[in-house]
């Protein structure tokens, strides 16, 4: 008799690879819609409505008024790598729709209870199409209106290890928002929505141009705010808009780069952006940008990343140039960004130093004691430190204590480091990562005995936010309060701050909360309460410390140092960056062969 051997290696049965495609498309119920809205896109629909329930955990509906699908086509479609976009191999470099993996619809059926409706113009009755978990199907006649609606309940259901790696509704449902917003800023001539829980989240009307489209997404101010970049050079064309320098911000939203209508991540063009910038980026500033990038298709590799996040530019150095050139054009040929308009100086610009803001909406606090005001001709006043840079704390925190060290303030170097010698060390000090650590151990150990110390806001300040941040925010808003940032939703994207933390002092709170906004986006951590409040606490040092470039007085760098020194010496902020250089009495010494004593 011959023995049967079993060898180790089997091809997988289509249930397992079908989940192990949907573990590359599918990271997330964003992923889903991003992939249903790339196929209505592709089927020329001109409205695309989706729906979601519990941030898309338990139902995702995508419905368009698309080209849809024959009964054929609609069953061909649910199978792997089934597509109507390629044909031969070639079609892969000169690919001009969204989709073309022939996985996404499978993969997500394979790891939900999926429902299909489609009609085609071509056949007067559509098809209805369900499965569980994508092991069987079952087809049926349909009728409904032309187009194809797509119905996901119930994602990871089968895939218990997976679905415990979802956040929480609010941060899912924002993932969604974000992706409709990017799907629309591409595409001005379609009519987008969006609801959640049966209520309208997002409505973007079809318009006849890119402005109106951005227009509808990011307001008013965004246009205000914005140069509109051109640039063509042979097959390469550049259009969007990106923020002036005199308007650039703490926060980096919005970054976002689209390339053949494709929104992808790319460090060569966000570095180019960076450096066509230079020196015209206020130090701590960031650019904002929105750019559209058109190439020859066969220039370019989409297959690179499952979800398409990511391409691969055969000529990536003509792309830089082209970015680089294009936008630092903008900066010779504008006015200059120090001059204002009537209309901009009406409105105070939310990233502007606290000195050019009005009183009325600053803090109720008292005057700093080392602001110093010098007469000028005429009866007015010139401040040479914004109000209230070292907001005083409870006299509780200092009342009874010495100071512990000896302090000499001896000056301070390009604005921007602190000389001076404590006890018998020569220290020089970063002036903010100083401050900034000083403020993060404060605020620490008032959160952990439940002490910080709120200051109302005279008059509360707005903060528009676009929809995936809000939703964002809402999550964070028991925790930011914790913290001593009291926010309140005020409309469907508008909030006001009611109240910040006490020694945070006249902050501009709108890019605190933005920076706070873009710190949160990338959390990650189910860790502690404790180490989760860390990061937040850490923004809020880091926007309120005093800024590199700033000029400091001798009292002013005095208090620093010895609160710096109080608090045992920390050589590196909470972000990591190095805080100063010491070197001691003995090594001064030894480095101008002194002799030691």
């Not at 299909?116 to 009755?125: A, D, G, I």
């Not at 205000?224 to 911000?249: C, D, I, K, W």
């Not at 100086?345 to 009183?359: C, L, Q, T, V, W």
Request: proline share 8%; with cysteine.
């Amino acid at each position: 008799m011959h023995s049967t051997l079993t060898g180790k290696v089997q091809i997988l049965p289509d249930s397992v690879s079908c989940r192990i495609a949907a573990g590359e498309v599918v990271e997330r119920p964003a992923s889903v819609v991003k992939e249903l809205i790339d196929n209505s896109l592709d089927a020329g629909s001109t409205l695309i409505t989706v729906e979601v329930e519990e941030g898309g955990r338990r139902v995702i509906r995508v419905m368009d008024n698309g080209t849809g699908m024959t009964r054929t086509d609609a069953q061909l479609a649910c199978q792997r790598f089934a597509t109507s976009k390629l044909r031969t191999e070639d079609d892969l470099l000169t690919l001009t729709t969204m989709g073309f993996r022939g996985e996404a619809l499978p993969s997500i059926a394979s790891i939900s209870r999926f429902l299909l409706k489609t009609v085609s113009p071509e056949s007067p009755v559509g098809t209805h199409a369900q499965s569980i978990g994508g092991v069987e199907w079952d087809v049926q006649d349909y009728t409904g209106p032309r187009g194809t609606q797509i119905e996901v309940r119930d994602l990871f259901f089968n895939t218990p290890g997976r679905l415990k790696f979802l956040k929480t509704i609010p941060t899912e449902f924002s993932k969604i928002c974000y992706v409709v917003q990017q799907a629309a800023a591409v595409h001005p001539e379609i009519h987008f929505r969006l609801r959640h829980q049966n209520h309208k989240v997002l409505e973007y009307p079809a318009v006849s141009s890119l402005q109106d489209r951005l227009l509808q997404i990011y307001g008013q101010d965004f246009l205000e705010r914005y140069l509109s970049v051109t640039y063509n050079t042979g097959s390469f064309q550049l259009t969007g808009f990106t923020v002036s320098p005199h308007h650039a911000r703490t926060s980096r939203a919005p970054q976002e780069i689209f390339v053949n209508g494709r929104p992808i991540k790319n460090s060569t063009i966000s570095h180019a952006v960076h450096e066509a910038y230079g020196s015209f980026l206020p130090k701590g500033k960031h650019p904002q940008f929105i750019v559209f990038i058109h190439l020859d298709p066969q220039s370019i590799d989409i297959n690179v990343h499952p979800t398409k996040r990511e391409i691969r530019f055969s000529h990536p150095e003509i792309i830089h140039t082209g970015v680089l050139r294009g936008i630092k054009a903008l900066f010779f040929t504008q006015p200059s960004p120090d001059i204002i308009s009537d209309k901009h100086k009406e409105m105070p610009d939310p990233g502007a130093p606290h000195s050019a803001r009005p009183i009325s909406r600053s803090l109720s606090v008292a005057p700093d004691p080392f602001q110093h005001v010098s007469e000028i001709p005429g009866g007015s006043t010139n401040r040479h430190s914004p109000l209230s840079l070292f907001v005083q704390e409870p006299p509780a925190v200092y009342m009874g204590k010495e100071q512990p060290h000896d302090v000499y303030p001896l000056g301070q170097i390009h604005h921007t480091y602190l000389l001076g010698q404590i006890d018998q060390d020569l220290f020089i000090v970063d002036q903010h990562t100083a401050h900034e650590r000083v403020r993060f151990e404060r605020l620490l150990r008032s959160w952990k005995k439940k002490e910080i110390l709120q200051q109302p806001l005279l008059i509360p300040e707005p903060v528009e936010l676009l929809p995936h941040q809000g939703e964002l925010l809402e999550e964070w808003l028991p925790l930011l309060a914790q913290a001593g940032l009291e926010v309140e939703r005020f409309g469907t994207t508008s909030y006001v701050v009611r109240a910040i933390p006490a020694i945070l002092g006249n902050i501009s709170v709108g890019p605190l909360v933005l920076e706070l906004l873009d710190e949160l986006s990338e959390w990650q951590s189910t860790d502690s309460l404790n180490n989760t409040i860390k990061p937040i606490l850490a923004t809020m040092a880091c926007q309120s410390a005093v800024q590199a470039g700033r000029p400091m007085t001798q009292p002013e760098i005095t208090i620093l140092l010895q609160d710096w020194a109080q608090e045992n010496f920390p050589m590196t902020c909470p972000h990591g960056r190095r805080v100063a250089i010491r070197h001691s009495l003995e090594e001064l010494h030894t480095i101008f062969a002194r002799p030691l004593k």
